[in-house]
């Protein structure tokens, strides 16, 4: 016997929240009355603040994106597919990526609640789904912030030799500091990464005119090199055979260190609870990401593989542990490749801030993950407790505990531990970015049969649900072919074995925690007449109108002063 959700086209119905008046179906499976969550807390004990404004959401959504991925991965890409596969896989890629903000923002933008896209996954398609989405989503996060704290390492060396220095001391500095600001609360944070992101994009620009620059001749060598490297050593490198079929295997091996770079886009459906005035802020980051991909991303990949060739020695960072005191990235090989030395170390010091800015905003995603998870009833409740300043406490602590995974670095070499991290991390976010579009066609579908018209969507997603089925399907392939290389050549030896342990463990632990979790609960997938679209909507409702009603109050001060009309004409357009 289920409960049978009101209608939910009647804007009269009373949305309580308890159980006896909730609509959310599936509240009794099986003659099991499963706890009755909807992902919204209310309570000054467990609320987060709305802290972030619409200037943090949209910052935050590009630097949590460029990180280390970009600066640094593109560097292994190169080396081992060449500029024509970077080029192409990154541009898929980043279509993907789109496609997956464009269906996370549409829920967001609808109902922005405290538990993020884990608890529309619960909500909209299967309570299942939200458990092992939000598990493994914390998992990748756990990972990628020692991952980040490793390339501290990577990037420091290029002054400093690891036999000089030991790495930990600055893993032990980066890491004491992020856990500051992830403490002094959602409003010190949203400033500090404003900043470190507005640093991170100004310098992304500045990198692309100097390749540009460089590619064109404008270096000390006055060498006019053009598309010369798709040329010799050629624009794809091959990889197990030869002819079209080495070449397309090196591109497709390309795709995963594409996936890498891009991961963390989708964070912004994390910050939601945090948002003032989501139901814009949130629409707004997302349309603007397909220019961040094509500008940041493609452009930057373009000019690379211009200026760097594929088979330049100073890349063997990337594909060996020889020289663990080389350039971290290939965008500093190429200043030295030109003969500017003094260029490359002012790159490899803005690639530190890029560093420092991407764990700090990943050991905040992996908080917030375990946050609402709590709020969800799948992790226990101290973990939804915060302080006065809207700071879970206790779930930022234990997510701190495990970045001392980055102390590995300590003992091995620091290349081979960031390919490991780098494989898991990418199986975590792939599962990521699969269960957002799951949830994504569940709530299209259920839109369409409880009659919730694409006008009253505050923001609704280009290509609907196609886009989601479409980029579904790569996703799966992208998860399934990731680490396909491990099985050519015959030799299954030691070090294929790791990298195949790293790079699919993500997805039998994440059928575990589905088929776990129904096991335990008796919980099933919701049909579409059961999703929930509408419980806590009014209470959300009430609060942007106290919002917008406040900044109409302050809008004309402003506007005096001038400070909202710069930001808007001069500097918003830009980021």
């Not at 996370?104 to 405290?114: D, F, N, Q, R, V």
């Not at 005119?209 to 490297?229: C, E, N, Q, T, W």
């Not at 949830?439 to 299209?444: A, G, L, N, P």
């Not at 294929?496 to 039998?508: E, M, S």
């Amino acid at each position: 016997m289920h409960n049978v959700p009101a209608d939910p086209k009647s804007k009269d119905v009373e949305k309580t929240g308890d159980y006896e008046d909730s609509v959310a179906a599936g509240q009794v499976q099986d003659g099991k009355q499963i706890p009755h969550t909807t992902g919204l807390e209310t309570s000054p004990e467990t609320s987060l603040q709305r802290g972030l404004q619409a200037r943090h959401i949209t910052m935050i959504a590009i630097g949590g994106a460029v990180g280390t991925g970009l600066v640094i991965g593109t560097g292994k890409a190169l080396a081992q597919t060449g500029p024509g596969s970077v080029l192409i896989s990154y541009t898929i890629v980043g279509f993907i990526v789109f496609l997956v903000m464009a269906a996370l923002g549409e829920m967001a933008a609808w109902l922005p609640i405290s538990a993020g896209f884990t608890g529309y996954a619960a909500r909209f398609c299967d309570p299942s789904l939200g458990f092992a989405l939000g598990w493994c989503y914390w998992f990748k996060y756990i990972v990628v912030t020692p991952n980040q704290l490793t390339a501290v390492a990577l990037v420091i060396q290029f002054w400093v030799d690891r036999n000089t220095v030991n790495p930990g001391v600055f893993i032990t500095i980066f890491l004491v500091a992020i856990i500051c600001i992830n403490y002094f609360g959602i409003r010190f944070f949203g400033e500090f990464e404003f900043w470190l992101s507005s640093f991170k994009v100004l310098t992304i620009i500045g990198i692309i005119i100097f390749s540009l620059v460089l590619a064109l001749g404008g270096g000390p060598d006055h060498d006019l090199k053009g598309f010369r490297y798709w040329k010799d050593p050629g624009a794809f490198r091959e990889q197990f055979t030869t002819g079209a079929t080495g070449r397309f295997a090196g591109f497709w091996s390309c795709m995963v260190n594409a996936t890498f770079a891009y991961l963390g886009t989708e964070l912004v459906g994390v910050t939601v609870a945090e948002a003032q005035n989501p139901r814009k802020t949130i629409p707004r980051a997302i349309k603007l990401t397909f220019y961040r991909i094509l500008v940041f991303y493609c452009l930057s990949v373009l000019l690379i593989g211009m200026i760097v060739p594929w088979n330049s020695d100073r890349l063997l960072f990337a594909t060996t542990q020889a020289k663990t005191g080389a350039a971290a990235s290939p965008f500093v090989v190429a200043a030295e490749i030109a003969g500017i030395k003094a260029i490359s170390h002012i790159l490899n010091a803005c690639i530190c801030v890029f560093v420092f800015s991407a764990s700090n905003s990943d050991l905040y995603i992996a908080s917030r993950t375990l946050y609402g998870l709590a709020s969800q009833g799948q992790a226990p409740a101290i973990f939804k407790h915060t302080n006065s300043r809207g700071v879970p406490v206790y779930a930022l602590g234990f997510s701190a505990l495990f970045a001392l995974l980055a102390f590995m670095n300590v003992s091995d070499d620091s290349t081979k531990v960031f390919g490991y991290f780098v494989n898991l991390t990418t199986i975590f976010g792939l599962v990521a970015w699969i269960s957002i579009l799951v949830t994504h066609i569940s709530w299209c579908r259920a839109r369409k049969a409880q009659g919730l018209s694409d006008a009253e969507l505050p923001y609704k997603a280009p290509l609907g649900i196609m886009g989601s089925y479409g980029a579904l399907a790569l996703c799966i392939l992208i998860a399934l072919t990731k680490n396909y290389d491990v099985f050519i050549g015959g030799d299954f030896g030691n070090e294929k074995y790791k990298t195949f342990i790293t790079g699919y463990i993500g997805i039998p632990v994440f059928l575990i925690f589905i088929f776990g979790h129904k096991f335990v609960t008796k919980s099933r997938g919701l049909k579409p007449h059961e999703v929930d679209l509408y419980t806590d909507k009014d209470a959300i409702d009430r609060e942007e109108e106290a919002f917008l009603a406040n900044q109409a109050a302050q809008r004309e001060s402003e506007e005096v002063h001038g400070k909202s009309w710069f930001y808007k004409n001069f500097i918003s357009w830009l980021f």
